[in-house]
Nanobody, 117 residues
Framework: VRLVESGGGLVQAGGSLRLSCVVSGSTLSIAAMGWYRQAPGKQRELVAAITTGGGSTNYARSMKGRVTLDRDNAKNTIYLQMNRLKPEDTAVYYC???????????WGQGTQVTVSS
């Protein structure tokens, strides 16, 4: 399984970005996908996740109301729309896919998001 992110960049506070993650390979056993982020000196944290079956979503409290995660099954792509960005949202954002019991997980290479004040 290969995950390729795009859409990161530099944006001013209050601005928006849309991240994309294209998934390829053997995806049948993937139970959920999502976005994590890691800021310098901090642990990686979940931003948003979506189940591949029912499409249920889960959002980090710090970003709830400012992000929307959706998917295009025909394109094997998930998207993270981020609005009203804050400088504290600056981080490397990673796309990930995992099995039902986290018996496996896959990661993209990450995309940098920088929010200037």
């Amino acid at each position: 399984v290969r995950l390729v992110e795009s859409g990161g960049g530099l944006v001013q506070a209050g601005g928006s970005l849309r991240l994309s993650c294209v998934v390829s390979g053997s995806t049948l056993s993937i139970a959920a996908m999502g976005w994590y982020r890691q800021a310098p000196g901090k642990q990686r944290e979940l931003v948003a996740a979506i189940t591949t079956g029912g499409g249920s979503t889960n959002y980090a409290r710090s970003m709830k109301g400012r992000v929307t995660l959706d998917r295009d099954n025909a394109k094997n792509t998930i998207y993270l729309q981020m609005n009203r960005l804050k400088p504290e949202d600056t981080a490397v954002y990673y796309c990930s896919a995992w099995g039902l019991g986290r018996e496996f997980d896959y990661w993209g290479q990450g995309t940098q998001v920088t929010v200037s004040s």
